[in-house]
Every structure is written in structure tokens, then in C-alpha cells.
């Protein structure tokens, strides 16, 4: 029964966070709402929030002896994982528009809900998306129990479609120089630079 919570509190999160930057979502709100749309990306940071605490708690609380460990010589796997994974994310997060992303920017300029501008420029030019590969690497760089299993499979799942339905909506908006992006960059980790450098 446990487990089976675990597992509608995730799903719940996951649906409720896609659903509301859907296109189709987003648009309906667009003219249903007007200039107060400019609130939406506060709004919808605060549903995400709201919605994964319930999520993580209870992860916590229903937390069993792991039945995989890094042990041994692999605790250093597993601090690299993580570090590597922590650098990852911050070295996004420096390349990102952080008034933008949070919704601040909107409010100031009243603009609507859009990507920033395309940049190709440090971390972003060896991978596209920074977050969801450092959130990779430090979900999985854990000791494994069930809770955690059903956890980091669900994530993991929802970040690669969700990465999906992203680019597309980055495509409609940025056209042929995503495209062509997408074609230099890889997804999640540096393949297509790696094989630029060792060619």
C-alpha cells in the first residue's frame, strides 16, 4: 500500500507539472487571463513546489534498508556522481536567465511566458539541458531501495518526455535554429562533442 501512494503522489506530480506548461494549457490562460498572465511562471513554480514536497516527504518516511550500496572503492564512484552532477546543474544555472526562469522578469516587462533567447555558449554547448543531467546523475548516485527505485524510475521517465515535449514547443518557437542546435549539441551528455574532440 505504501508503495502504491509513493507511486500516485509521483504520477500526481509529474501530470500536474506537464499539463500546465502544455502549449494547449498556457494558450487557454493566454486569453482567458490577459496581462495578468504575466503571473503564470510564479504560479506555476509555486504548483511544482507545492505538489513534489508531498512527494519527497513521504519518500522519506517510508524509507527501508537499501538492497544496493555504494560501497567500498565505489563511495568514490558515487562522491564523482554527485559532484559531477552538482557542477552540472550549477554551471546551467549560471548560463540560464534565473529572473526569467523564476518569473520575475515577466512582472517587470509584463511579458508573456516564453523561452530565453538560444544559447550555445559553455555548459550549453556541450549538452542542452544541464538540469535534467545533473538530476540524473545525483538520483541515481544513491543507495537503491524500493522507495528510491520506484522514485528515480518515475523522474527519470518524466524528465526524458518531458525533455521531449520541451523541444518541441523550443522548436516551434525558435524554428530552424534549434534545429540546428539539436544537431550539434546532444541531449544529456556530451556524445556529439566527445566525438568532435576524438575524431
Known sequence: MNYIILFILWISFCIIHSALITTTFTNFLKRKLGKL????????NFIGMITIIPAIIYS??????????WSGVLI??????DLTGLFVFILGFLKYNKSLLIGIQQLK????????ALCSTGILGLIRHPFYTGTFLILWARDIDITSLITNVILTLYLVVGTLLEERKLILELGEQYIAYQQKVSMFFPIKWLRRKFR
Do not use: C, D, M, Q
Request: proline residues 3%; charged residues 30%; glycine residues 4%.
Open 37 to 44: 498572465f504575466r503571473f503564470y511562471r510564479l504560479f506555476y
Open 60 to 69: 522519506y518516511k517510508i524509507h527501508e534498508a537499501p538492497f544496493i550500496t
Open 76 to 81: 568514490l564512484v558515487r562522491y564523482i556522481l
Open 109 to 116: 516587462e509584463g511579458s508573456e511566458n516564453k523561452s530565453e
